[in-house]
């Protein structure tokens, strides 16, 4: 039998994880077993425990693809911002529409049956943190362009990014999602009044 090729290696990673986060999606993280994921993308039960440990790793996996895309999608966004003010608003927004990804319910469903991990929640710590760096680079380009005033530019961006992820608890309120937009734009009027120049 010939060995598979990275690329035919990395096909089936991807099948396994398109998979599972439909189930995920569909049914929750705790009702969806290793069987089903399976039966669903069609792989060998070996050739799944060969990509993925665990279902935990998996579902891990699939938490970090979602906040790279998320990273991407924001970026590319950028590219029609002509200020760092209006950079702030588009993350702003992509927070606000985190409310909408399928995800998100089978992620808090996943953390809150893993409390008890202090590597997976060192991990989904990790992961929340990603737009950070992002925050860092637009307040530091406001900065620099004296459009947002002198300041320490990572405590700005902590700040933010602990405002914006703190909306997060307004989930669980019946807000529609034109609300929640206007929350987090409001967010960064705010925010912006204490740091223009």
């Given at each position: 039998m010939a060995r598979r090729t990275a690329e035919e290696a990395e096909q089936t990673k991807q099948a396994i994880a398109a998979a599972a986060k439909q189930l995920f999606i569909q049914q929750g993280y705790q009702a969806t077993s290793m069987e089903q994921i399976r039966a669903t993308s069609g792989m060998s039960k070996g050739s799944i425990y060969y990509h993925f440990k665990s279902k935990e790793q998996l579902f891990m996996y699939l938490l970090e693809l979602n906040m790279v895309d998320w990273i991407y999608k924001?970026?590319?966004?950028?590219?029609?911002?002509?200020?760092?003010?209006?950079?702030?608003?588009?993350?702003?927004?992509?927070?606000?529409?985190?409310?909408?990804?399928?995800?998100?319910?089978?992620?808090?469903?996943?953390?809150?049956?893993?409390?008890?991990?202090?590597?997976?929640?060192?991990?989904?710590?990790?992961?929340?943190?990603?737009?950070?760096?992002?925050?860092?680079?637009?307040?530091?380009?406001?900065?620099?362009?004296?459009?947002?005033?002198?300041?320490?530019?990572?405590?700005?961006?902590?700040?933010?990014?602990?405002?914006?992820?703190?909306?997060?608890?307004?989930?669980?309120?019946?807000?529609?999602?034109?609300?929640i937009e206007s929350i987090h734009r409001k967010a960064i009027d705010v925010f912006l009044n204490g740091i223009r120049a």
């Open positions: 924001c970026t590319e966004r950028f590219k029609v911002a002509s200020t760092a003010t209006e950079k702030l608003y588009t993350i702003a927004h992509h927070f606000a529409h985190d409310f909408e990804n399928p995800l998100m319910q089978a992620s808090m469903e996943f953390s809150g049956t893993k409390g008890a991990d202090p590597e997976v929640i060192e991990k989904i710590v990790e992961m929340s943190k990603f737009p950070l760096p992002l925050i860092l680079d637009v307040i530091q380009e406001g900065i620099r362009l004296n459009e947002f005033a002198e300041d320490d530019p990572e405590k700005l961006a902590l700040l933010l990014y602990s405002i914006l992820g703190g909306l997060g608890i307004i989930q669980f309120d019946n807000y529609s999602l034109e609300e």
